[in-house]
């Protein structure tokens, strides 16, 4: 792996290590070879975590337009979950990944007890409302009388469920932190094999099992991701991950809680901008009609596939960081970086000639309407050509957050998107009538400033003094 190039022999050879996770020592040796070794199930976990959503269209799709409707309010909702979940487990991949780095075991198997706790604690807040008031959230959220009588179901079984995303996140943040990426990437594995195989029997119905319609979507992925927590539980208590926790480590640690809340806050406040501001720019994209909507809705899609790969290579990075600088090796932490950034790059830059030449094609496989093809090929050649910058920004962010600074990623994100993007997406196609074109603009001009500003930032190092 030390050469420039490696054999297919080679390279089948550390995938195999990389799927089984043999390889835990990321501290010392090849540099090139840890980014491939945390990297290959990452990139596959986060594969899987785009599977989930499209397997539930894909079948609710069949039951009603008010299936599909309930889906994306209740969404819409679970954001929030999300918006805690994400915070907790950047908080969660940090400290962790610099106690590991340190040596130090125990104190990574207390900050696990810790998280666990946390997350349980604000699950059971969230499922208590989303059990007595799933009819009033739907109408909030601007829903209409007949599809709040038939999805009401769906929102209470999937809000009052959400303990088992929080723990899904939060418990593969700890091993990606760790360095066990792979048992992260089989958990979601298994939650995605038994959705996919429990959807159509709890929706459309299978022998003794009734057909639940919309509401058993949201028990399919329930079961699917409570055994997947179950797993996770499994091998924390009794398996062989480098986090061991016992029944005498469960114990309530002030101090290391509110550490993890101190760091999590940046990464809550990360997810909350960046999510609000694309609800503002679906907001922007309405005024212009259904079809090019549509088409801006599907290359969103589109891209989110693509993108979720190096969102697995920039975890990587993330873990490698805060190990080194566990380790005391700032150096090594920072040439981790450059070198997944740059692997990164590479990838988006590939897919980016994809979209360029055959973006068409690709929104056509979703809908055939001329003008949905249109203003969908257009959305994705013009971001894509912001695709390079994308990969090397993705990277230096997440970096951030692997050395338990959260708060510079929370700055950026603000500056970019709220002072940058929304500003300028407004009045590109509002004010100066550019029409679409002005949005798909704002998008690809806020990731390359997010990636310069950025660069510029990790280049001055202060990351490398945060204690976690």
Known sequence: MQSNTISIKQFFQ???????????EFTSGSIRRAVFMLSIPMILEMLMESIFAIVDILYVSQVSVNAVATIGLTESVITLVYAVAIGLSMAATAVVARRVGEKDLKGASQATVQVLFLGVLIAVIISVIGILYPKEILKIMGAEPDLIAEGYGYTKILLGGNITIMLLFLINAVFRGAGNASIAMWTLILSNGLNIILDPMFIFGFGPIPAYGVEGAAIATTIGRGTAVVFQLFVLFYGYSKIKIKVKDLVLRIGVMLNLVKVSLGGIGQFLIGTSS???????????????????????????FTIMPAWGMSNAAATLVGQNLGAKKPDRAEASVWKTGK???WFMGLVSVIYLVFAPQIVGLFNSTPSVVKYGSLCLRIIAAGYIFYGY??????????????????YINFICFWMFQLPFAYLAAITFDFGPVGVFWAITLAEV????????????????????
């Open 449 to 468: 400033l997010i990636a310069i500003i950025g660069i510029i930032w990790f280049k001055k190092g202060k990351w490398k003094t945060v204690n976690v």
């Open 343 to 345: 692997y990164n790059a």
């Open 393 to 410: 920004g993705m990277t230096v962010i997440q970096s951030f957050n692997g050395a338990g600074d959260t708060k510079t990623p929370t």
């Open 278 to 304: 694309w609800v503002f720019l679906m907001r922007i994209m309405s005024e212009f009609g259904s079809e090019v909507l549509a088409g801006y809705t599907i290359a969103i899609r589109v891209m989110m």
């Open 14 to 24: 550390y995938f195999k290590i990389a799927l089984s996770g043999k390889e835990q």
